[in-house]
């Protein structure tokens, strides 16, 4: 599956589509994963995504290479840096976290995985990558030394998202942070969403099938939810109705 083509196709079609979040540190193994997935599977999930800010004892390829066994979706990495590059998933989110200025993270990161990234098989989605301040310092926020955009200034937000989509990046990713106790407010995501044409993410504090319908009522394409189904997998059946 081209990927690109599947969040342009979705994009057009108005589908809500459903993002997982599997952070190696923090996920299921063996039969626990298994049953997590198919339990994914059955509510319609349409894309798992693997990653972390910080990864301390997992391993990207393990978690990947075991998900794959049981699904046939898409694996797409979350990198929180340059180290997380792994020829087991299908793509990656090649993030450039255009609200910090922090140049590690606009373009450093990205100098350094730069040649392993053309020799792998993965397809590339240059995604601009947004972080909105949720009230507290998140790992994100810590771990890329960037200051979160502020989420009571829709038009800080839509500007950035705008310069993304200019610069040419694909996909547009606004996150409040894994965890983040308040997630981004639909006026924000509607701000970037009349402002830019292309695919929009929107992840970070989700825990609540209701939190992500007024993402995706406010123009979210995708919703990630990662914490929510880390710390409750059952909750994953409340997301089948959609
Ligand atoms: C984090 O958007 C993802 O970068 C998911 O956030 O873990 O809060 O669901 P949660």
Redesign the pocket.
Known sequence: MNLFDFFSNQHKNKKKLLGV?LDPDKAPEGEQLKTFILNCEKAGVDIFLAGG?LITKGNLDLLIQSMKQFTKLPVLI?PGDSSQISNEADGILLLSLISGRNPEYLIGQHVASASRLKQSKLQILPTGYLLIDSGTVTT?QYVSNTVPLPSEKPEIAANTALAGELLGMKLIYM??????KRCITEECIMAVRNTISIPLIV?????SIEKANAAWNAGADMV?????F?KQPEAITLFSKR
């Open positions: 979040l800010s979350f994100a996150d409040a942070g894994s965890g983040a992840g970070g504090g989700i825990n990630v939810v990662g914490t929510l880390e």
